[in-house]
């Protein structure tokens, strides 16, 4: 298909977060044509962000994360990717000490690999990454992708090949029922979360960069966003478990009572938050991963945080830019883009 194309060959992708950006700016770099089309407001995905607006704290508009928490990079690839950041600024290392939180005992501490945070928020790293991408297009909501005789056809966008950067069932709903990427995708499961921001008026807790909840029928994780952030702002940001999202996963607002109480609880707080929104993801996370680094066929292409070995914003990363390495060599051979292998 590729030697028989007598314009430059063109990509859709479907979905801006890491993984679809990282996809396209791979090629991108062979030549390739691009357009990314998101449904969000904001490109970004599951690293996003949003400002505290009507708190009528000192601090209003300061930046929250509240998708992901953190990122980490061993992969050198991506790691020369994050230097770039810290470089200007972007990204600063937070921590590799987390405590482990059980209702009634004393914080034990617990090393890990080094984690990274953005003082303006995750979703600015998606943002920095798309700002060489000339189309990116959102909020763009797409029907449905079909195979044609050249590629796929993205409603009425015309690609040589189209990218699904997005959790198996968002996907699903795109592709016709007897598309035969159904049996070669078959659906893994996902998890959801609620991610609580609740802002104080002072800080009453024990420092603690984030921790992680044992035995708690209601929260997962907590982080100090502050110290996440690096300004030390009374925020803090709670991660539902999974059962108790997919309880009040269609009036996330019914669960804010019971996270603050047991936040208060694990936590050891003093005094109530002054300012309290909920965020809720029903896809946050899949209950396993894949060990191929992504889905290719010659027209259908499908990456994120689920292929590889583990799930996180690294894995997402390569995820897309392998596979927009796979589809460049397919499109245009001797591109100099070689579909590396997974690390």
Not at 75 to 91: A, K, S, Y
Request: with cysteine; glycine share 8%.
């Amino acid at each position: 298909m590729a030697g028989q194309l007598t314009r430059p060959p063109r990509v859709g992708v479907v979905g801006a977060g890491i993984s679809g950006v990282a996809c396209a700016l791979a090629l991108r770099e062979a030549g390739i044509d691009v357009v990314v089309l998101d449904r969000g407001n904001r490109i970004g995905g599951r690293m996003a962000s949003r400002r505290i607006r009507g708190s009528q704290l000192s601090y209003e508009g300061r930046v929250v994360d509240v998708g992901a928490s953190y990122f980490t990079a061993a992969d050198p690839r991506f790691t020369l990717i994050v230097q770039d950041w810290i470089d200007r600024g972007l990204v600063k290392p937070w921590t590799d000490e987390f405590a482990v939180l059980d209702p009634g005992s004393e914080p034990v501490s617990k090393l890990g690999p080094l984690r990274y945070a953005a003082p303006m928020g995750l979703r600015s790293l998606v943002e920095d990454l798309a700002a060489d991408l000339p189309n990116v297009l959102f909020p763009q909501e797409v029907s449905t992708i079909v195979r044609t005789s050249s590629g796929a056809l993205i409603d009425d966008i015309d690609v040589d090949a189209a990218v699904m950067a997005m959790p198996d069932t968002q996907l699903r709903d795109l592709i016709i029922e007897d598309d035969p990427l159904h049996d070669a995708v078959p659906p893994l499961a996902w998890d959801p979360v609620l991610a609580l921001v609740a802002a104080y008026s002072e800080r009453t807790w024990a420092d603690v960069d984030g921790a992680f909840i044992n035995h708690s029928a209601v929260l997962s994780f907590v982080a100090d966003d502050g110290r996440r952030r690096g300004d030390d702002a009374p925020v803090l940001v709670a991660h539902s478990g999974s059962v108790l999202a997919a309880r009040y996963l269609d009036e996330p607002a019914r669960a804010i009572p019971p996270m603050l109480a047991e936040l208060r609880k694990v936590m050891n707080l003093s005094v109530d938050p002054e300012w309290v929104e909920i965020r809720r993801w029903s896809l946050a996370r899949p209950r396993s991963t894949r060990d191929e680094p992504f889905y290719f066929d010659g027209q259908l292409g499908v990456c994120g945080d689920a292929w590889g070995a583990v799930s996180r914003v690294e894995t997402a990363w390569l995820s897309g830019d392998l596979l927009g390495r796979r589809i460049a060599a397919h499109l245009v051979p001797g591109s100099g883009l070689h579909a590396l292998s997974a690390p």
